[in-house]
């Protein structure tokens, strides 16, 4: 028996949008850091919700795996373990007079593109094409089309490893 | 349906939130949040126009995976070094790591 989906998919977008957008405010914004790292997260899963609206289940759960699995994570055991100095009322003190104008860049850049994105409106497509893309489109694309910059990738990522090991060892 | 203009609005918005706090935090965690923003609101823009400007293909998603994990090495370089600052000068906050200034 085929289940209708009860919610148009503009008002899941809504929904989305709220979410996102509301976390990632508090993830600056939060008095205490560690709630900003939660909210960091709820707005991460947000944009996983934008990844399944977008037909794009595979970066949907790469997103929670990454970020909310371990970005996310490593981010609360950093401010665990510097928990001592950054109550806010220490490192905070002193924005109040660079934060307008940090909102006028900020409003004005964001404003500039959503307007110009608006203009172009309708030579952009308003509704996305048939067909469904699935996870099994994205592996042979990946391995076949694009495997050098897996293989960077790759080196990369140990590079990186290797280097925030290094940056972290205690020298005694 | 969703309008592609949708995506990038919100991605725009997602910008500028992350803009606002690369330019007015101080403390060196907040910066790496704002940072990850912006990957975000990248990556939802690279998702969407791949959706509805190329429908068969991936590539907009290829890159998107390319970017999380460059992202993921980036936080955790990131906050390696935010632990050694913290180290050195016992403070996160930017303004205070001057060593190097004359």
Known sequence: MEVSLAVPPDAVFIVLTVITLLAAILALQAKELIYGAIALGVSFIGIAGFFILLDAPYLAMLQIAIYVGAVVVLILFTIMLVRRDVGEEVVERGERGESAAGLWIAGLLAVAIAGVAALAGPNLASSPPPGVLSVSDLGPVLVTEYPVPLIILALLLSAALLGALMLAKVER | ?102
């Open chain 2, 1 to 102: 349906m969703v309008a592609l203009v949708s995506y990038i609005i919100v991605s725009a918005a997602l910008l500028g939130i992350g803009i606002y706090g690369l330019s007015v935090k101080r403390n060196a965690i907040r910066i790496l949040f704002a940072v990850e923003i912006i990957v975000n609101a990248a990556n939802i823009n690279f998702a969407a126009f791949t959706r509805y400007l190329n429908p068969p293909g991936v590539t907009g998603q290829v890159i998107v995976f390319y970017s999380i994990a460059a992202s993921a090495m980036e936080a955790a370089v990131g906050l390696a070094l935010i632990l050694v600052a913290f180290r050195l000068n016992s403070s996160i906050d930017v303004r205070k790591m001057d060593k190097l200034k004359g």
